[in-house]
T-cell receptor, first 110, second 112 residues
Framework: GENVEQHPSTLSVQEGDSAVIKCTYSDSASNYFPWYKQELGKGPQLIIDIRSNVGEKKDQRIAVTLNKTAKHFSLHITETQPEDSAVYFCAAVRADGLTFGKGTHLIIQP | NAGVMQNPRHLVRRRGQEARLRCSPMKGHSHVYWYRQLPEEGLKFMVYLQKENIIDESGMPKERFSAEFPKEGPSILRIQQVVRGDSAAYFC??????????FGPGTRLTVT
């Protein structure tokens, strides 16, 4: 089955700086890679996704890159703000359910 | 368009009782997924259903756990004879086509 590794587990950045979270996956047949943001006590919220036929996708301050050859993908958040503080999960899907990474706790320092 | 709804939000059960968790997908979504999340961990896939069909239940324990998504009404995740290890947050997600999945707020199950 699919295995997704996510790093780092905790990331602390100064407000206004950029944050990068990286994930690797094992199954080359995986073809869809979403990122979720989860705030305390809430369900995961889909913030951006990328399909395997695309190398990069951007939505305002958030971007995702995918390297199919190396089987890794990354989330980039620029100009971080206090409301970006949350746990971020990457995921990979092959045919059905999502396989999640263990999450990155992003802390934005004022 | 209302989001995915789950109820109850919090559920307390004694060991040996049954837990029944409900999920109403977003309007127009016919794909439903259930996930379990333990504290400080990611979500683990349990089961994938479409209307009246279980598509993939490879992540769901073979005993005590069952899921359904009837033609009418919400999807139900049922846990029989609960044990302390079942304490977790259970999330439901729905999808229109099987790609983007939108999550509900979860049900936090506590087994005492």
């Amino acid at each position: 089955g699919e295995n997704v590794e996510q790093h780092p587990s905790t990331l602390s950045v100064q407000e206004g700086d950029s944050a990068v979270i990286k994930c690797t996956y094992s199954d080359s047949a995986s073809n869809y890679f979403p990122w979720y943001k989860q705030e305390l006590g809430k369900g995961p919220q889909l913030i951006i996704d990328i399909r395997s036929n695309v190398g990069e996708k951007k939505d305002q301050r958030i971007a995702v890159t995918l390297n199919k050859t190396a089987k890794h993908f990354s989330l980039h958040i620029t100009e971080t703000q206090p409301e970006d503080s949350a746990v971020y999960f990457c995921a990979a899907v092959r045919a059905d359910g999502l396989t999640f990474g263990k999450g990155t706790h992003l802390i934005i320092q004022p | 368009n209302a989001g995915v709804m789950q109820n109850p939000r919090h559920l307390v059960r004694r060991r040996g009782q049954e837990a029944r968790l409900r999920c109403s997908p977003m309007k127009g979504h016919s794909h439903v997924y259930w996930y379990r999340q333990l504290p400080e961990e990611g979500l683990k896939f349990m089961v994938y259903l479409q209307k009246e069909n279980i598509i993939d239940e490879s992540g769901m324990p073979k005993e005590r756990f069952s899921a359904e998504f009837p033609k009418e009404g919400p999807s139900i995740l049922r846990i029989q004879q609960v044990v302390r290890g079942d304490s977790a947050a259970y999330f439901c997600a729905s999808s229109p086509m099987g790609w983007e999945q939108y999550f509900g707020p979860g049900t936090r199950l506590t087994v005492t």
